[in-house]
């Protein structure tokens, strides 16, 4: 199950002009029941860059990432970062303090805030089954527990052969890839997805 205590923060300094709006986000989707965390990072083997995201909303097992964008942003910027972590989440919102002209992301959802937050469009459902270099990405850790490898720390396995055993043999991977994404406890000392517990 996905815990919004679990997920890691972000190391990426907060912008000046995102965080006012990050805020308001926060109180208007916890008013609507959703877990919100500012300023979070996805457990996954990429720069603090491209698994960070502004605001993540969690509720029931649906999971939504924020990008936010003021005035001084460029929004094109925002359809790469959704491209990347598309795979982890259910649903991606823009929000802006501006109602831009031109919105080119067909699957994302827009947001205006501006001393009330106004959503302008809503997100459709992202991919529902992960690519490969999606699960080539979480930590190799979580690929030998998942594919059940007997020696977790040695395995032979690259990373690469155990993301195409995944995919090949399991089903409702995009719920198990959310779990491990949001994933921020130590591994060695327990494992909120599984109930590992390290060995002697």
């Known amino acids: 199950m996905i815990k919004a205590v679990n997920v890691l923060k972000s190391s990426k300094r907060e912008g000046r002009h995102e965080s ?10 916890e008013n609507l029941g959703y877990q919100a965390v500012p300023h979070a990072r996805f457990n996954i083997a990429w720069g603090n860059i491209l698994s960070d ?6 509720k029931n097992d649906e ?4 990008e936010v964008k003021s005035s001084k942003d460029h929004l094109k910027r925002a359809r790469k970062q959704i491209e990347n972590i598309k795979d982890y989440v ?9 109602v831009p002209r031109k919105f080119p992301l067909r699957n994302a959802g827009l947001i205006y805030v501006n001393g009330n937050v106004v959503i302008l469009k809503r997100p459709k459902l992202l ?6 270099y999606s699960l080539d990405s979480l930590p190799k850790k979580c690929l030998c527990r998942w594919a059940k490898t007997q020696n977790q720390r040695y395995s032979q396995k690259s990373k690469l052969d155990l993301a195409s055993q995944i995919i090949n043999d399991s089903d409702k ?3 198990k890839v959310k779990e491990i994404v949001t994933c ?5 000392h327990g494992c909120p997805i599984w109930g590992f517990e390290k060995t002697q």
Do not use: E, Q
Request: with cysteine; proline share 2%; charged share 20%.
């Open 63 to 66: 999971m939504i990432a924020v």
């Open 127 to 132: 991919s529902d089954n992960p690519r490969l």
């Open 90 to 98: 259910d649903y991606a919102y823009v929000a802006t303090d501006y």
């Open 173 to 175: 991977v995009k719920s």
């Open 20 to 29: 006012v709006i990050i805020k308001k986000l926060a109180v208007f989707f």
């Open 53 to 58: 995201v502004d605001l993540l909303l969690l």
């Open 184 to 188: 921020g406890l130590n591994c060695d």
